[in-house]
């Protein structure tokens, strides 16, 4: 492991808001999309990143960012961002613009992470996760008063879940989100990807591309486009190394990132499904992800209503090679159940020395 390098793993912060005027509500408000550019950059410099390349369909707009990805809907807004990115300073300029812009008020928050591999890099709050909880509790209105926070382990060193969760209501089902209670959310986590598959994913001194063209041809040439053939992708390569991309497909984003320098090498895919999707869907899915990256270390976070949707993930991956280390399950505030499972490359050396 290399004693200091790019951190992969990803902050991410999930805001749900509702509000009474009929143009910021249901599947024709606008809502937060109303939000203007100068006002998501100014979001953006707080966090310490910005825009590179973004894309948007009837439902929501997706942005690849320096440092990850961005997703606005009418109601809702997903920030993901790696590095020592400064995430958790978005919440008062969001706070501030939907309420004063858009009329609309905080109705949940959920703040997820795993390990980081360079904990010592990182800036307050982020230094351990009590302190981030601290933080969110400060930044947060009173209004948010069902609050929960918990780091789910495992039975690998490297990989442990935080989760924080607060709400206006009591409930585990999604504050005003009924019609999504069927809906789960992955958040996977790779670490020490196969070396030759993650060379893909190195840009060719003096290619003479741009972000772009070059993250097109990664996103071809690795079968990351066949991960979801129905998503509008839009991708962006980073120079030297490094990739992301946004999919969007209906209603529903997924995203990608690498970071493939050997030494601390990781990825990250994160998708929405139904608990009514054909239960193959997944299967493929995952199938198509590892191979992809071939992982050594793979953690998968499902978030559901359900308590359905985790027990595909076992099912689809134990075929491939990967062997289900542990399995952690907690209820949380407008989530639900988080369900954090870890597995191992049963070829891998973190496999032999736990056998």
Known sequence: MAA????????????????????????????????DFDSIQEVLDEVQCTVVSAVA???????????????????KIIIKTCGTTQLLKSIPPLLRHASLDLGLTLSSCRYTRGNFIFPRAQPFPYTNFQNEVVY???????????????????????HAW??????????????????DDD??????????????????????????????????EMTELTGISQINPRALICDFAFDPCGYSMNGIDGDRHSTIHVTPEDGYSYASFECV?????????????????????????????????????????????????????????????????????????????NYNNKS
Not at 5 to 33: A, I, S, V
Not at 185 to 202: K, P, Q
């Open 4 to 35: 200091s390098g790019f951190e992969g793993f990803e902050k991410r912060l999930e805001l749900h808001f509702f509000g009474d005027d009929p143009k910021n509500m249901g599947t024709l408000g606008l809502g937060l999309r109303l939000l």
């Open 57 to 75: 369909n009837h439902y929501f707009d997706a942005y690849v960012l320096s440092e990850s990805s961005l997703f606005v809907y009418p109601t």
């Open 136 to 158: 969110l509790e400060e930044s947060l209105p009173a209004a948010l008063c069902y609050r929960k926070a918990s780091v789910m382990p495992s039975k690998t060193p490297s």
């Open 162 to 179: 935080h989760v924080f969760s607060a709400s206006t209501q009591n409930t585990t089902c999604r504050f005003g989100d009924s019609d």
């Open 183 to 216: 809906l789960y959310t992955l958040e996977i986590c790779m670490t020490e990807l196969d070396r030759d598959l993650a060379r893909n994913f190195f840009r060719r001194p003096g290619d003479d591309k741009n972000g772009d063209s070059a993250g097109k």
């Open 273 to 349: 499904g139904s608990v009514y999707d054909d239960r193959e869907d997944v299967v493929r899915m995952l199938k198509k992800v590892v191979q992809v990256f071939r992982p050594a270390t793979m953690s998968v976070s499902t978030t559901c209503a359900s308590h359905e949707a985790w027990t595909r993930v076992a099912g689809a991956l134990e075929p491939l090679g990967l062997k289900c280390r542990s399995c952690a399950a907690d209820e949380f505030p407008a989530a639900g159940t988080v369900v954090y499972q870890t597995f191992v490359d049963r070829r891998s050396n």
